[in-house]
DNA sequence: TGCACGATCTCG
DNA sequence: GAGATCGTGCAT
């Protein structure tokens, strides 16, 4: 299995958050333990005309590393108390982000970030070359969902409802 | 310089 | 159904 490459996160948010799913999330803490998981539930931020996205308030120090090149990890605090995982994608100036909500059984962006001992250190990390954080390949899934973004009301009528939020579903018996 | 609020979760 | 808890953006 093989890291995904620049190439991988410079296309746009949307694809790249619907083909991270069925992906393994490689996670080395410092003590050496190495954790995989199968990344299970995302969604997609995109641009500053996306109101959903931090970006749309435009360039700050905050939102600085979403206008960088896609293939950098995103993170803020979020309600005080959970750090939130994001992969910037796209081009440079074009300030798109994947939230990675779900893995293996760790649903949920917030316990995303406190499993995996996320914090404000890996903001602006490469993760196509950092030694504690990647993401390697795998097949492409079929069993996609699609549905609204969470938690995002105040984005308008006509963001709110965008189906960017894609979660793997399970294979059902036949 | 201050204030209201958020891409959430847990407990009661 | 409310509290925990704090960086950020915008008002003052």
Redesign the pocket.
């Known amino acids: 299995m093989s890291r995904l490459t620049s190439d991988f996160y410079k296309q746009d948010a949307v694809t790249v958050a619907e083909k991270l799913l069925g992906k393994t999330l490689v996670r080395a803490l410092d003590d050496g333990t190495i954790s995989q998981y199968t990344i299970t539930e995302t ?1 997609a ?1 995109l641009g500053e005309e996306d109101l ?3 970006a749309s ?1 435009g360039r ?4 600085e590393v979403m206008y960088g090149e896609g293939g950098h990890i995103y993170v ?7 750090w ?1 995982l ?1 992969i910037v994608t796209g081009t440079v100036n074009h300030p798109e ?1 994947v ?1 990675i909500r779900g893995l293996d059984k760790i649903i ?4 995303v970030g406190r499993k995996l001992s996320i914090d404000k250190s890996f903001y602006g990390e490469n993760i196509t070359a950092s030694s504690r954080i990647w993401i390697n390949e795998a097949p492409d899934v079929l069993n996609i969902t699609k549905a609204s973004r ?3 009301d ?1 984005a308008g009528e006509e963001w709110k409802d965008k189906p960017w939020r894609f979660i793997l579903t399970e294979n059902e018996p036949k």
């Open positions: 969604e931020y959903a996205c931090h308030k700050t120090p905050r939102t803020y605090l979020i309600y005080g108390m959970y939130m994001n982000a939230l949920g962006s917030g316990k969470i938690g995002i105040y």
